[in-house]
C-alpha cells in the first residue's frame, strides 16, 4: 500500500479477517494515511516497533489473543498510538472494553461498528489526524472557485412489490480533489464552514446544485431517467431568497424539479421559525421535493413531520446497522413506517450494507433504500451501467404496481 501524503500518518490495522483487513487499510489510504494491515497478533507485535504507528484499529475478536488481551498489551508497552475498536461485538461489551482501555491510559478514539460504512470509516479516520489544522475555509473557497470539487453519485433504489428494487434518484455527494492532501469527503472538510461563514456554505449548496443539476438533465436528455438528491445545510433555509433562486436554476438549465430532492438535517429550530416553514413551503409548492434526514437521531424530531412539508423520512444509517443485530429494531422500524404511512410520507433508509438488511427492510415494505450494499458512490460516467442492476423496465413496474 502507498500513502496519499508525503506527510501521511501511519495505521496499523489489526483483525482477524483478511478482507476486512485490507479494506480497512485501502480506506484508510484514502483518509490520507500510510498503511499496515495484519490478522495475526505476532505481526502485529513485531509491525508496533517497526512502524511506530499514530493510529490502530483493533478487532476484539481475535484468534490467540482477545482485544482485552491487546489492550492491556498496549497499555503495559507504553503505547501512545489512538485506537479505534472496529468489532461486531455487542454495544455492552464494547463499551466495556473502551473503558477498560481508557482506564488503562489508553487514547481510545471511538468504536466503529461492522458491518461499518465505508464513508463513515474513512471520516472517522480522516478527524483523528486532524485534517482541519492542515485546511482552512479559504481553501475551501478557493477550492469551489476554482472548479477543484467534483461530484460522485450514490443509487437510491424504490421498492415497487415483493424482492423488486428499482433505481429511482442518486444522491449527489461533493469530493475535494486536494492537491496534497488527496480526495476529501465531505466529513473533511464541511467542518471548515463555521456557522458565521453562511456565504461560504451558500457558495458550496449552489456549487452542489448547479452541477448536479445539469447532470440531471444530461441523462434525462440521454433517455436516464434518475432524480437527484442535494444534502442541504438547514442553515441556508434562513434565505428567504433561496427557493427563486434554485427554481430559476433549474429553469436555465432545462431540470424538471419534481426530480430534485432537497435532504435536510438539523431543523429542529425551523419547526418554530417562520421563515423556515414559508421557505420550505414554498419548495414544495414549485414541487421540489424534501427528505427530513437522520431521522432517528438527535438532530431530528416527531414534531417536524406534521409541522413541515416533508414528504420523505431519510432513516439514520445507525438505526440501520441495528435492523438485523438488534432484537427491538425491527419493532422500532414497523412503528415509524406505519406513522409515517398515516401521514402519508415516504421513508428511506440509508445505510443499507447487506443482503440481510435489504431483504428485511422488503418484508418491512420499506419505500426507498440506500447503501454501500447497493452501490457505491461513483462518478457520473459510471452511474448508468451501476443501474442497470436495479433498474426494471416499464412492463414490470406496471405488473410489480398492480402486485
Known sequence: MTATSTNADRLLVLDDMDEIAELIGDLAEQAGYSAAVTTDIDAFNAALEHERPDVITLDLQMPGADGVEVLRQLATSGCEARILLVTGMDRQTVASARRFGRQMGLSILGVVQKPFDPETLVQTLSKARGLSGQLSPDDLETAIQNASLNLQYQPVVRRLGPQCWHAESVEALPRWQHAELGTLLPGQFLPLIASERCMLMRLLADYVLEHGARQLQSWQSNGLHLGLRVNIPAGLIADTDFPDRLEQLLDEIGADPVLLT???????????????IEILTRLRLKGINLSLDDFGTGNS??????TLPFNEVKIDKALTADLTREPGAQTVFRSIFGMLRDLDISCCAEGVETAEQLATLDA????????FYISTPMPAAEIPKAVETWTVDPAQRMAAGAG
Not at 424530531?301 to 406534521?306: D, F, P, V
Not at 418491512?364 to 447503501?371: A, V, W
Open 301 to 306: 424530531a416527531l414534531q417536524s413531520l406534521y
Open 364 to 371: 418491512l415494505e420499506c419505500d426507498l433504500s440506500q447503501g
Open 262 to 276: 432537497l435532504e435536510l438535517s438539523d431543523v429542529l429550530a425551523l419547526t418554530h421559525s417562520r421563515d423556515g
